[in-house]
């Protein structure tokens, strides 16, 4: 009931539109019932008892009402059709708004557990199958109900015995129906399960084709797929086998409605008690008793469907993010750039810390650099600064300030990130640089790729800063891809910059420019960088050394190699691997 609930609050913003397509609904279905009674009143009173030019005049009037009956169904149907349609679509556009909308506000940790290509399944398949019940749901149901109700009653006024008949056989179809709607709805959930897994799979291997093509591991990624294909495969199957069932024993049932209405409308006929023609409007009646029948088996299927996708939708929009703005939070206002670590640990998922009660606090305008040993937490304790992860304990202040008693958005805006793996939007190259401050001038854009030493790039290409980059960036080379990135963060201009070994995957030539633009983007702003290579931080303010036992080594370079600790082996060891 709760899930109904919430799917029927979807129809509020368009509820004259629902009540506009059940009126209509109403209106065909009356239309429809109505015809029957008109065939029973022209065979019962106007054939057999009027003279011929009484006949010809009510041919003539019942032709001219049932032609405009005709012209109202006309318009009432092409409203459900068309309209209906319409406010099903707006729904489901509504509903695909409020997930993408929630998916943006989950924090990293949702999308370390959650696979992109089975995010995507549900708001593009689920969604399409909710949109179909929102439209057809209810109109369906209704014109069903009105018309079995409908011709119930107008049957019952004609024999009681045949129509009470009737309904006995119609309760056993509806428990039919009911039986294997449970089977069907296990089976939809596993498809959608089992077509989620196709579509990640497809997802994961086209966005590494170059990996795969570079190996030659097509045949593997085709046995994947077929894996996933083939399991997709046989759970439709068995979804076939109970629909099969389903739809030929409903089949069978209507068939049985008809030999009832024939075996005791002859046995009621031959005793007197039914005439000729009640039997011709049984016949009639029942036609259209079958139509709301296939409806509601319709309904049930597409019920079945809708329902499962709208659960599986609100599986992510019931998702709590882990990491949101307290009530009382506040705007960051001129800031200088202070950060400090007071006891922060924390964990993945609760298991093994990766920080353990570190305590550090980079002064206003420092440069701070971090290294240490692949998995001692450096790309940890950048992430945990915007709040990308919430930490298990202690504070993490800016001027002072809890993060948490910051409001989000304030918090990222004064904090701009460079990282090794850039990621580039389809789009052109002004689009990307622009991300760094929607709606920027060209002038600014120009200024920023100017400072990071990409202006004269892009202009050497075919369609300057209006270049397509392709899917990720493809048809840009790592050092432009990385100077782009930085020209996003000039343009975002924080007072806070976080470089996460943004020069550890380029040759030494794209090294150098790059280095130099950081080196600029670096002035006058708090800078945490995260070194692979030790001959880019010589020059920083203080050297952390991180590793899995917290904060081992600190100082400049100098101190830290005559120390010779932790870092000192670690410069050594590259200085000798370089000679």
Same mark, same amino acid.
């Given at each position: 009931m709760d899930t109904l609930k919430k799917f029927i609050g979807y129809y509020k913003p368009y509820k004259n539109m629902f009540f506009m397509d059940m009126f209509c609904a109403l209106t065909l279905s009356a239309i429809d019932l109505a015809f029957p009674m008109i065939v029973r009143y022209m065979l019962n009173d106007v054939y057999t008892?009027?003279?011929?030019?009484?006949?010809?005049?009510?041919?003539?009037?019942?032709?001219?009402?049932?032609?405009?009956?005709?012209?109202?169904?006309?318009?009432?149907?092409?409203?459900?059709?068309?309209?209906?349609?319409?406010?099903?679509?707006?729904?489901?556009?509504?509903?695909?708004?409020?997930?993408?909308?929630?998916?943006?506000?989950?924090?990293?940790?949702?999308?370390?557990?959650?696979n992109t290509g089975k995010l995507m399944s549900r708001i593009i398949t689920d969604l399409f199958d909710i949109s179909e019940l929102a439209h057809h749901g209810p109109e369906d149901l209704f014109i069903s109900i009105i018309k079995i109700l409908g011709s119930f009653i107008i049957l019952m006024n004609i024999n009681v015995k045949i129509t009470s008949a009737l309904f006995f056989l119609t309760m056993v179809m509806l428990y039919f129906s009911y039986f294997y709607n449970k089977k069907m709805k296990f089976i939809f959930m596993k498809n959608r399960q089992k077509i989620a897994n196709v579509n990640a799979q497809i997802q994961d291997s086209l966005s590494g084709i170059r990996v795969v093509k570079s190996f030659s591991n097509e045949e593997v990624e085709n046995s994947k797929f077929k894996k996933g294909n083939m399991e997709f495969l046989e759970t439709k199957e068995a979804g076939y086998f109970i629909m099969g069932k389903f739809f030929s024993g409903n089949g069978f049932f209507q068939g049985i409605l008809y030999l009832t209405v024939i075996l005791l409308g002859g046995i009621f006929i031959s005793m007197g008690e039914a005439k000729v023609s009640d039997l011709v409007i049984y016949i009639l009646y029942i036609n259209i008793f079958l139509n709301p029948i296939d409806k509601?088996?319709?309904?049930?299927?597409?019920?079945?469907?809708? $329902?499962? @996708?709208?659960?599986? %939708?609100?599986?992510?929009?019931?998702?709590?993010? =882990?990491?949101?703005?307290?009530? #009382?939070? *506040?705007?960051?206002k001129? $800031?200088? @750039?202070?950060?400090? %670590?007071?006891?922060?640990?924390?964990?993945?998922? =609760?298991?093994?810390?990766?920080? #353990?009660? *570190?305590?550090?606090?980079?002064?206003? @305008?420092?440069?701070?650099?971090?290294?240490?040993?692949?998995?001692?937490g450096k790309t940890t304790f950048c992430s945990l600064i915007p709040r990308f992860y919430e930490i298990d304990s202690g504070s993490i202040k800016i001027d002072g300030k809890d993060i948490r008693d910051i409001k989000l958005k304030s918090l990222r805006k004064v904090i701009g990130i460079v990282q090794q793996d850039v990621y580039m939007f389809s789009g052109t190259i002004k689009e990307n640089i622009a991300y760094g401050k929607p709606g920027a001038s060209d002038k600014e854009i120009i200024e920023a790729a100017k400072k990071a030493n990409a202006h004269e790039f892009i202009l050497n290409l075919e369609d300057g800063y209006d270049t397509f980059v392709g899917e990720r960036g493809v048809k840009l080379s790592g050092g432009q891809k990385q100077r782009i990135s930085i020209a996003r963060a000039f343009l975002k201009n924080p007072p806070i910059l976080i470089l996460d070994e943004a020069t550890s995957a380029l040759d030494n030539e794209s090294e150098k420019y790059i280095q130099k633009s950081l080196e600029e983007l670096s002035k006058n702003?708090?800078?945490?960088?995260?070194?692979?290579?030790?001959?880019?931080?010589?020059?920083?303010?203080?050297?952390?050394?991180?590793?899995?036992?917290?904060?081992?080594?600190?100082?400049?370079?100098e101190q830290l190699m005559h120390k010779k600790g932790i870092y000192a082996s670690l410069y050594s060891l590259q200085f000798e691997q370089v000679s």
């Open positions: 008892n009027k003279t011929s030019d009484q006949i010809i005049k009510f041919v003539v009037l019942i032709g001219v009402a049932l032609l405009a009956m005709y012209i109202i169904r006309y318009f009432c149907q092409y409203y459900i059709t068309s309209w209906g349609h319409i406010m099903g679509a707006k729904m489901e556009a509504d509903m695909r708004s409020d997930i993408f909308n929630h998916l943006q506000k989950l924090s990293f940790s949702y999308y370390d557990n959650n509601l088996v319709n309904f049930t299927e597409q019920f079945q469907k809708g $329902i499962t @996708g709208f659960d599986r %939708f609100l599986e992510i929009i019931n998702t709590v993010p =882990d990491i949101m703005d307290k009530p #009382n939070a *506040v705007e960051l001129e $800031i200088k @750039g202070e950060i400090e %670590f007071n006891d922060v640990s924390f964990s993945y998922d =609760d298991k093994s810390t990766i920080l #353990n009660n *570190v305590n550090i606090k980079v002064n206003a @305008g420092r440069n701070v650099a971090l290294v240490g040993p692949s998995g001692g702003r708090t800078t945490i960088v995260i070194a692979h290579r030790l001959s880019t931080i010589k020059n920083a303010d203080e050297i952390l050394v991180l590793t899995e036992d917290g904060i081992r080594e600190s100082g400049t370079h």
